[in-house]
């Protein structure tokens, strides 16, 4: 298996402007996290997915950011419009269960606001 | 909520020698303590994990304990190599099932 995958790896972009982040899970995966990581706050996580449904979206920092996930094989994360201080690495990680199993992480999307 | 405090954040061995990073929890129902491992350009990779059932847990080189009346879990990583070197973090599984990660500690083995 390729492991968890994202894209774009590297996005920079201005102020204003609308971002989206890509994510296909591991296949047979059924639960979904989208983190976000600074240095100034860690590993964050904003909103978790079982079977394609949200269960846990407290950490969306607002209404500025949505997630979606329309099957089990692709989950987006957009930001409009973005800020520069959502400049940060965006991961994407899948488990086979909800909270209970190991969460394996893609690459991560590093994101730069201008 | 939980709280995770991880000490230290950077940490710098001899190769060969040990490295011990420790992890304080505040919430006494956190029962899932995993380790991830993160190299420059990577996402977070899991090394080794204890459940509250467990004191302590070992994996060749890497070895976790947990003291759940303290509230404290420590890795031991033994006879470490220059390829150790990474940020590694703990994180603790509150109640409500979320991941809480530490700061994360900075490792670096030289040679």
């Known amino acids: 298996d390729a492991g968890v995958i994202q894209s774009p790896r590297h996005e920079v972009t201005e102020m204003g402007q609308e971002v989206t982040l890509r994510c296909k899970p591991i296949?047979?995966?059924?639960?979904l996290f989208w983190y976000r990581q600074t240095m100034m706050r860690g590993l964050e996580l904003l909103i978790y997915f079982n079977n394609n449904v949200p269960i846990d979206d407290s950490g969306m920092p607002e209404d500025r950011f949505s997630a979606k996930m329309p099957n089990a094989s692709f989950s987006t994360l957009k930001i409009q419009p973005s800020e520069p201080r959502d400049s940060a690495v965006y991961f994407c990680?899948?488990?086979?269960?909800?909270?209970?199993?190991?969460?394996?992480f893609g690459p991560g999307t590093r994101l730069t606001v201008l | 909520g939980e709280n995770v405090e991880q000490h230290p954040s950077t940490l710098s061995v001899q190769e060969g020698d040990s490295a011990v990073i420790k992890c304080t929890y505040s919430d006494s129902a956190s029962n899932y303590f995993p380790w991830y491992k993160q190299e420059l350009g990577k996402g977070p990779q899991l090394i080794i994990d204890i459940r509250s059932n467990v004191g302590e847990k070992k994996d060749q080189r890497i070895a976790v304990t947990l003291n759940k009346t303290a509230k404290h879990f420590s890795l031991h990583i033994t006879e470490t190599q220059p390829e150790d070197s990474a940020v590694y973090f703990c994180?603790?599984?509150?109640?409500?099932?979320?991941?809480?990660f530490g700061q994360g500690t900075e490792l670096s083995v030289k040679p």
């Open positions: 994180a603790a599984r509150s109640g409500g099932g979320k991941l809480i």
């Open positions: 990680a899948s488990s086979s269960q909800d909270y209970s199993n190991e969460q394996f």
């Open positions: 296949s047979g995966h059924n639960s």
